[in-house]
C-alpha cells in the first residue's frame, strides 16, 4: 500500500499560480490529481502515466495547469497557472496500479488525504 502526502495548500488571488506536490512511500505508476468541491462530486483534474510520463487534463484545466513527475523522488507535482475562483477545492492525489493514463476515480487504489486551494476573487 503506497502512502500519499499532499503539500503546496494555499491561498491565492485570481490570476495567481500555486504548485501542489504529492510526495509517495514508495514507487508508483499511473498518478492522477482530482478535487471535490462543497456540495460537488470529484472531479478529474490531470493524470499521468506511469511509462512514458503522457499526460491528460480536465477541460476545465487544460492550458493552465500542467502534471509532472520526478520517478528519483516518486512525486508528482501539479502546477496550476493562472487560478480562478471555480478552482477552489480541495485537490487529492491518486495512485493506480497500472501504468496506463487513468481518468476514473475508480481506477486509482490510492489517495492522498487531500489539500485544499482557495482562489479569491
Known amino acids: 500500500q503506497v502512502q500519499l502526502v499532499e503539500s503546496g495548500r494555499g491561498l491565492v488571488q485570481a490570476g495567481g499560480s500555486l504548485r501542489l506536490s504529492c510526495a509517495a512511500s514508495?514507487?508508483?505508476?499511473?498518478m492522477g490529481w482530482f478535487r471535490q468541491a462543497p456540495g460537488k462530486e470529484r472531479e478529474f483534474v490531470a493524470a499521468?502515466?506511469?511509462?512514458?510520463?503522457?499526460?491528460y487534463y480536465g477541460d476545465s484545466v487544460k492550458g493552465r495547469f500542467t502534471c509532472s513527475r520526478d520517478n528519483a523522488k516518486n512525486t508528482v507535482y501539479l502546477q496550476m497557472n493562472t487560478l480562478k475562483p471555480e478552482d477552489t477545492a480541495a485537490y487529492y492525489c491518486?495512485?493506480?496500479?497500472?501504468?496506463?493514463?487513468?481518468?476514473?476515480?475508480?481506477?486509482?487504489?490510492?489517495w492522498g488525504q487531500g489539500t485544499q486551494v482557495t482562489v479569491s476573487s
Open positions: 499521468i502515466s506511469g511509462a512514458s510520463g503522457r499526460t
Open positions: 491518486a495512485a493506480s496500479v497500472g501504468v496506463n493514463l487513468v481518468l476514473d476515480p475508480s481506477g486509482y487504489a490510492n
Open positions: 514508495g514507487r508508483t505508476f499511473s
